[in-house]
């Protein structure tokens, strides 16, 4: 009697991660010969360049999240599990989650992302909020407002500024962002909803330990950013380190002179300052860089490791000729899933792979309404332009990451 022959088992791709690049790389193997099962905590992509404006009550929360299974409902090949990765089985290629089940794997794609780092002071955290996810930005947001209304109450006009004070650490584009955000919010927006608090009652201080806020724009855009944010009502210190975070005060020092240290009572502390990968990243068993990021080679591979892929913020991509690792944003994360998804395909067709080139298309920031700086290799723009370019920027960039388009 003969035996009918068995279908051969569908190659399987498993991607830890539904942020930019996780998302993009499943939206990109829509068509191609494999199952794709995205496995996250969350059941939503989120929009993060966006979360300031949340924690600034510009945006509803539900403005900048998009339910993953939404977004890959109409794709055949994929599927999405809820649960958190805790460990990979090399060699019988199999993701363990923490709720004990596995999933078997021939392609895995690293693409978890980074939680907030605070350069080895982790009882920061407790006291200086970063801004990674929505609770973070609801968090920081509802400690906005009840400041304001505490201040409200206060008939002490020197302990009213003590609650309206903010400091905001790092001067990137999310503590810009987020200090201009946060200034224009209290002055222009709900400063007028108080009887007893004037504009000029409310302070947000930006901290930064370098001698200039957005370090990897054009100095001259550098610049203007600060004044943008001057001319808000932020005072900017530069070359200013943190020496401690407590419940209601930041313990400053100035580097400029001779680290001479200052007490700075705040009714909210953000921290911007640095990312790191999350601990998923230790456990994958492939190299770490010396910030936690898993090394990769020119195809996005990690190293030794062809069947894994790591993009993003965890991993750590030094294109050729050059010192330093690509940075941790979304226009990275993007290119690099597309670029995995092709490399799969590239498998499937035995055909050699590719090298990964990313092809930077600038940065931008805004300082407030009608406040930005944006740098291309074509242009830079300051001003209502620049706010102006960043909004279609904006919104090109969450249609093509909430829609399935790649």
Sequence with gaps: ???????????????????????????????????????????????QPLLY????????PGSIAIPIRSVLARQGNARVVLGEAMEVDREDRRLVLRDGTSLDYDW????????????GRDEWAAHAHGMKDIRDAIRIRERVLLSFETAERDPDPESRQDKLTFVVIGGGPTGVETAGAIC??????????????????IRVVLVEMGDRVLSGM??????????????????????????????????????????????????????????????FAERVGVRLSKRGQVVVDDHCAAMG??????IGDVASFVPEGQEHALPGVAPVAIQ????????????LDRRPRS?????????????????AVVQTDRMKLTGLMAWLAWGLSTSCSWSDSGTGSS
């Design 184 to 201: 224009e919010l209290g002055r222009q927006v709900l400063a007028g909803d108080y009887r007893n608090i004037a504009p000029h009652d």
């Design 53 to 60: 404006q949340v924690a600034t009550a510009s945006l509803a």
């Design 336 to 347: 690099q899933g597309q670029h995995v998804a092709k490399q799969i395909q590239r498998d």
């Design 305 to 310: 490791q062809p069947e894994i892929f790591a």
């Design 218 to 279: 054009d100095e001259e855009l550098s610049l203007d950013a600060r004044h943008q944010l001057e001319e808000l009502g932020v005072e900017v210190r530069l070359e200013t380190r943190v020496e401690d975070v407590g419940p209601t005060s930041v313990s400053l020092a100035d580097l400029s002179r001779d680290g001479e240290k200052e007490a700075l009572d705040a009714a909210l502390v953000v921290w911007a300052a640095g990312v790191k990968p999350v601990s």
């Design 108 to 119: 895995l794609v690293v693409a978890c992302g980074a939680k907030t780092s605070y350069f």
């Design 355 to 371: 090298v990964f080139k990313y092809k930077d298309k600038g940065m931008m920031a805004t300082v407030g309404r009608s406040r």
């Design 1 to 47: 009697m003969s035996r009918v022959p068995s279908q051969p088992r569908r190659k399987q791709v498993v991607i830890v991660g539904g942020g930019f690049g996780g998302l993009q790389t499943a939206q990109s193997l829509a068509g191609v010969d494999v199952d794709v099962t995205l496995v996250d905590r969350e059941n939503h992509h989120l929009f």
